[in-house]
């Protein structure tokens, strides 16, 4: 029994046999005075032969595949056979597996007129610094606008298009690198350029101490309102080139009376409204402040 089951085994993962993988769709070889909306979904069932070990493994570890879609022919009509593109497909994967079918055969599109915008990029950062160190200025992309091509109703719902993730750890100067522009799974739009030149400048942080008077908000109702103390001391991160720039001056801190009124609070809670851009408040000293009203 032991034989016998050792060579049904060796037979049947040996054989070939038909198996259904699920593949996300690209699109190749765009008409470019058509624009198009895909009338199905996005990903196809691909029907292919292969041997009993593959279809095994291929239980074990289920993945999406994604192929190209071959839109040549949509300069004359407004559908794609697949079986006219099996050819075509099977070249995307291994010699070990056959495609012999794509369900569905027939892929159908929408037509809409074309148009172009220009796009800004936004640059997506999970950057971990050197301790002391960050982000000291405005960080650029070249270029800071792409042109995007495509159906009307796309093409104007898109408000920016935003980069691969920028990543990095324990840094401590300037970054400049290159980063893909993610299309947001529309296939049936074109990016020119598909990358830009980011620069994001690093530099090292200290600690810096500010004296802000408090200004005292909603106030008018009553005939003074005096804060105990008239001034709260501000510790701010800022870049070591900044260190003489930023002044009290360029800080605005606040009390809301509203706070008072509203949830009769016995202190007041202090808010930073106004800092500069790449200046961190660490602390507020005092975070609460008493007061004293005259109606």
Known sequence: ???????????????????????????????????????????VDVEVTMSGWKVFLANLHKDTSTIQVDLSGLANRNFVVMSNQIGFINKQFPADKKVIKVHPDTLF???SKQTQRKI???????????????????????????????????VASIEYLETDSIKGSAIHSDIRTIAYLNRNQKNNITIYPTFTEITIPVGELTEKILEIPLRVENASKYTSVRTLPSKVKVAILVSIKDYNTWTARDFEAVVDMN??????VKSLPVLITRSPEFVKVISVDP???DFLVRK
């Open 109 to 111: 599109f929408d037509f």
């Open 1 to 43: 029994m032991l034989i016998s089951f050792i060579a049904w085994l060796l037979f049947a993962i040996s054989s070939d046999y038909k198996y259904r993988i699920k593949a996300g769709i690209s699109y190749v070889n765009i008409p470019e005075k058509r624009a198009f909306h895909p009338l199905q979904s996005d990903t």
């Open 287 to 289: 975070a609460n402040v």
């Open 259 to 264: 706070s008072w009124e509203e949830n009769h």
């Open 120 to 154: 800004p990029v936004r640059v997506l950062t999970h950057i971990d610094f050197k301790k002391q160190y960050g982000i000291i200025g405005e960080t650029k992309s070249n270029p800071a606008y792409v042109t995007v091509t495509g159906p009307m109703e796309d």
